[in-house]
C-alpha cells in the first residue's frame, strides 16, 4: 500500500513537474575496481584501484526544498525535505547514501529525477560511491555552486557514507571514483591522498567476476578497523611499520591483522613498479599473495570467493587473481593477458579504466 502510494504521489508529482521549465541534468560517476590493496585506505596505507567503465547515472531536474528520486534498482523511491536533519533514519534505506550528500552539503535547493546503473548493488564495486558522487555533482549543479576538486568531492561523499551508514570506510572508493583517468589505475597513498596514475599496459586485460552478494559486512568491517587501531596502540602507524615490529604484537588475532595491513602497503608499492615495468607475472604473484594475507590473516574471503580465485588462477594467460573489495562476498578480479579464455566463467565481466565522475 505504502509502494501504491508513493508511486501514486511520484507520478503525480512528476505531471506537476512537467511543468517546470528547468534545463534536465545529467550526473554520472564510474564504479571501481581495486587491483590491489584492500583494508589498508582506512589505516592511511596504499591502493592500487582504477574507475571502471560501469556507471551510475543520475538525471534529474532542479527541484526547490526537496529530493525526489527513483531508482531502478528499488521498488521505493526517495523523497526528502530539505534541509535534512539525520541521514541515518532515511527511508528506504537506500535513500541515506543520497540523503548522506545533501546532508553534509546543507544546500537550499533539491531535484526530481531518476537513477540508474550497470554496476552490480553491494557486489564491491563501488555502486553507493557512485550512487554518492553522482547525487553530489546533481546538487552542486542545481545549487549552482562551482564544482569542487576530485579530493574534496571525494572527502565530501565519504563524510556522508559514515553518517548515513555507520561504516567507517577508507577514501578509495570515493576518491577513485571522483578521479579515475582513462587506461590508467590510480596509485593512492591514503594518508597524503597524493593520487599517481599508473598506465596499464594495452595488453593487460582486467576481468571482474561477480561472486555473491555481501554478506554480515558493515559489523564485521567495522571490527576490523577496530582491531588495526588497537594494532596502532601497540606498535604506532601500520602505514610506517615493517613487519618485524608486528612481531611485538602480543595478541595473535591483532598481530595478525596488522601482519595483513602492513605487508598489503608493501605489495601495493611492488605491484606499482611491476605495473610501471609492465612485468605483469610479477604483478600477478603479488595479487595472489594479497589473496592469501585477505584469507588468512585479515579474514575477510569466503569459501566461494576462494573457490572462484583458484579456478581463474588455473586458466592459461591469466596473470593473478584476488579477492577485490571489503570481502564477504562480493566479486574477484582478474588480470590476464589477450589470450586468456575467460568466457565460461559465471557472471564475469571485461572492465575498462575510465575517467571519474561528471556532469554529462
Ligand atoms: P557496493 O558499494 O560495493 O555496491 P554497498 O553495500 O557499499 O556495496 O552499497 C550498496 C547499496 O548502495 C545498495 O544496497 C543500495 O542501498 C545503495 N545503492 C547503490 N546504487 C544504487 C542505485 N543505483 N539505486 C539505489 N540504491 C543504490
Ligand atoms: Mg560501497
Known amino acids: 500500500m505504502t509502494l501504491l502510494l508513493s508511486h501514486y504521489y511520484c507520478r503525480h508529482m512528476a505531471d506537476r513537474y512537467s511543468t517546470n521549465s528547468s534545463a534536465l541534468i545529467v550526473a554520472r560517476s564510474p564504479g571501481r575496481v581495486n587491483l590491489i590493496g584492500d583494508h589498508t585506505d582506512y589505516m592511511g596505507g596504499m591502493v592500487l584501484p582504477m574507475a571502471i567503465d560501469r556507471y551510475t547515472t543520475l538525471t534529474a531536474h532542479q527541484f526547490d526544498t526537496s529530493l525526489h528520486l527513483l531508482s531502478d534498482n528499488q521498488p521505493e523511491p526517495l523523497d526528502a525535505r530539505l534541509p535534512i536533519v539525520d541521514p541515518s533514519s532515511t527511508t528506504p534505506a537506500w535513500g541515506r547514501y543520497v540523503t548522506g550528500v545533501a546532508h553534509q552539503m546543507q544546500v537550499a535547493r533539491g531535484f526530481w529525477g531518476s537513477v540508474s546503473t550497470t554496476l552490480p548493488l553491494g557486489g564491491g564495486l563501488s555502486s553507493s560511491a557512485a550512487l554518492e558522487l553522482s547525487t553530489a555533482l546533481m546538487l552542486h549543479s542545481v545549487n549552482d555552486l562551482p564544482i569542487p576538486t576530485a579530493l574534496e568531492l571525494a572527502q565530501l561523499c565519504r563524510r556522508a557514507e559514515h553518517v548515513a551508514t555507520g561504516v567507517p570506510c577508507g577514501i578509495m572508493d570515493q576518491l577513485t571514483c571522483a578521479a579515475g583517468v582513462e587506461g590508467h589505475a590510480l596509485l593512492i597513498d591514503c ?52 613487519v618485524g615490529s608486528v612481531r611485538n604484537i602480543s595478541d595473535e588475532l591483532l598481530r595478525r591483522r596488522a601482519l595483513h595491513v602492513v605487508g598489503e602497503n608493501e605489495r601495493v608499492r611492488r605491484a606499482t613498479m611491476a605495473l610501471a615495468l609492465q612485468d ?20 575477510v574471503s569466503t569459501s566461494q570467493m576462494d573457490a572462484a580465485v583458484e579456478t581463474a588462477r588455473a586458466i592459461p594467460g591469466v596473470f593473478g587473481a584476488r579477492m577485490t573489495g571489503g570481502g564477504f562476498g562480493g566479486c574477484i578480479v582478474i588480470v590476464a593477458d589477450a589470450t586468456a579464455n575467460l568466457q565460461h566463467l559465471q557472471g564475469v565481466m571485461h572492465v575498462k579504466p575510465v575517467g571519474g565522475a561528471e556532469i554529462l
Do not use: K, W
Not at 227 to 235: D, G, K, L, S
Not at 284 to 299: A, I, P, V
Open 191 to 242: 594518508y597524503s591522498m597524493l593520487v599517481s596514475p599508473i598506465q596499464i599496459p594495452h595488453d593487460v586485460h582486467v576481468y571482474v567476476q561477480f561472486v555473491a552478494h555481501r554478506q554480515l559486512a558493515s559489523s564485521a568491517y567495522a571490527e576490523r578497523v577496530a582491531q588495526c587501531n588497537r594494532a596502532e596502540v601497540e606498535i604506532g602507524p601500520l602505514r610506517l611499520a615493517e
Open 280 to 299: 605483469m607475472t610479477t604483478f600477478g604473484q603479488l595479487m595472489n599473495e594479497s589473496h592469501f594475507s585477505l584469507r588468512d590473516n585479515f579474514e
